[in-house]
């Protein structure tokens, strides 16, 4: 009896996992096109910010890797972007490379724009690091974001960090070099530099 018992629990537990499983692969499915809108317009909202006037935009990243002679192409992740970005008359307006740099608690995943001389015009995240609590996530703040602007390759070693914040801080920079250095051979292709 006692045998019969335990097999019967044991198939009613495994026909309510099997419920709750359809359950939850059809509330996946039914958001699924909802959360993909909202990430794009999130995206767009950030293309907006780091590229004002941003309209489309053609990925390069292909063109651009191929022509960085010398180029460590491992440190550029699959899901890092270089864009040439157009205004609604179809004008080269700049350009958003998105990059990857391992911060202290985490990826850091930055959106940052670039006029067509290479000058930068804007920093954002792609999502929200998991930095260290205090100083390591005063990097996410518009203020440090702002200080890059207006900077390029050729002082961005001279932007303040985060003092205190080494790892985080480290990583940024290091982010931000690789962006200036992928959005200067777009510059120099498209005859911009």
Request: hydrophobic residues 40%; contains cysteine; proline residues 2%.
């Amino acid at each position: 009896m006692r045998i019969g018992s335990i097999i019967k629990d044991t198939f009613m537990l495994f026909i309510i996992t099997l419920v709750l499983v359809a359950v939850l692969a059809f509330a996946k499915e039914g958001t699924k096109d909802a959360i993909a809108a909202t990430n794009l317009a999130a995206q767009i909202k950030a293309f907006n910010e780091v590229c004002p006037g941003y309209v489309e935009s053609e990925s390069i990243k292909d063109d651009v890797v191929g022509a960085s002679a010398g180029y460590n192409a491992s440190l550029m992740s699959s899901d890092d972007a270089v864009l040439r970005c157009k205004d609604a008359s179809g004008n080269t307006i700049g350009y958003i490379v998105q990059c990857t740099s391992k911060g202290f608690g985490g990826p850091l995943n930055l959106i940052v724009g670039f006029d067509t001389k290479g000058t930068i015009t804007g920093v954002r995240y792609a999502n929200t690091p998991s930095e260290t609590p205090g100083l390591g996530m005063k990097t996410t703040e518009m203020s440090f974001l702002e200080s890059w602007e207006n900077h390029n390759s050729d002082d961005v070693d001279n932007v303040d960090t985060i003092s205190g914040a080494t790892v985080s801080s480290t990583a940024f920079k290091e982010a931000m070099k690789l962006a200036c250095m992928f959005a200067n051979r777009a510059a120099t292709m498209d005859g911009g530099i």
